[in-house]
């Protein structure tokens, strides 16, 4: 059916979908700070949906944006967040980044056996932005060198990790702190209309939506790209 209809493996589109067909069946359950008394929460595909149409018309309103090549980071709690900005991201034309362990090299082969050099990240440039999630692990030399390489001039951060931001920033000039609300917020969506994602699996299966990064316990932590056709393959 895939093969068929290639389009249903668009990940923006299967959530859309799945939010119409299944509005209330639970996407994710998740404890919550009272979770040792309330038990688990639960997010719907219905709730999912609107918190990624609400990331992306967020990430629309990042400052600094010129119409040519942007990196903007995130680095927050270990919440559900990241999966709405990266889908949102998907959405909006942005790439999304996180870190794979490997052996440092500049060409690096992800979990779905499939090699992408990292000079991919300048191709195409002014066609999208990009979203680059630096692991916390790694080094501030390292993170530093993600953000040279990446060309990041924004940090997005959230209100718990704030004033860490803005230590980080001080030391860096140029880069810019924009605040996320708060995971409640992007869950509350009744209200957020629905974000336009029309794009055909022929027209988005080659571009580059998630950047990895290595470990650099060998060396300096390099980015990497992966295509949304790699990605919807695993």
């Known amino acids: 059916e895939l093969d068929a209809q290639p389009e249903s493996k668009l990940l923006a589109s299967v959530i859309d979908e799945k939010a119409k067909r299944t509005p209330e069946t639970t996407f994710l359950r998740y404890a919550g700070p009272d979770w040792e008394t ?17 990331a992306a018309y ?3 309103e990042l400052p600094g944006q010129t119409g040519r090549s942007q990196t903007v980071a995130y680095l927050g709690p270990n919440d559900a967040r990241y999966f709405f ?7 909006t034309g942005r790439r999304v980044s996180c870190r794979l362990y490997v052996n440092g090299s500049t060409t690096v082969k992800s979990s779905i056996n499939t090699y992408f050099p990292a000079s991919m990240l300048n191709e195409h440039a002014d066609l999208c932005l990009k979203l680059l999630i630096p692991d916390g692990r790694v080094t501030v030399e390292g993170t530093w060198s993600l953000l040279d390489q990446t060309q990041c001039n924004v940090w997005i951060t959230t209100s ?9 920033a001080a ?29 055909t699996w ?3 299966k080659d571009e580059i939506v998630f950047i990895i990064h ?3 316990t060998t060396g300096t932590a390099s980015a990497a790209p992966l295509k ?3 990605v919807m393959s695993y």
């Open 85 to 91: 900005l990266l889908v949102g991201a998907i959405k």
């Open 38 to 54: 309330a038990g688990y929460r639960s997010i719907t595909w219905k709730q999912l949906a609107g918190a990624v149409n609400k």
């Open 202 to 204: 022929a027209e988005a």
């Open 160 to 168: 718990e990790q704030r004033e860490k931001a803005k230590e980080f």
């Open 171 to 199: 030391a860096r000039p140029g880069l810019t702190i924009f605040t996320i609300p708060s995971l409640e917020h992007f869950l509350d969506n009744e209200s957020t209309p629905h974000y336009p994602y029309a794009k």
């Open 228 to 230: 949304l056709d790699a």
């Open 58 to 60: 967020l990430l629309d």
């Open 214 to 216: 290595t470990s650099g």
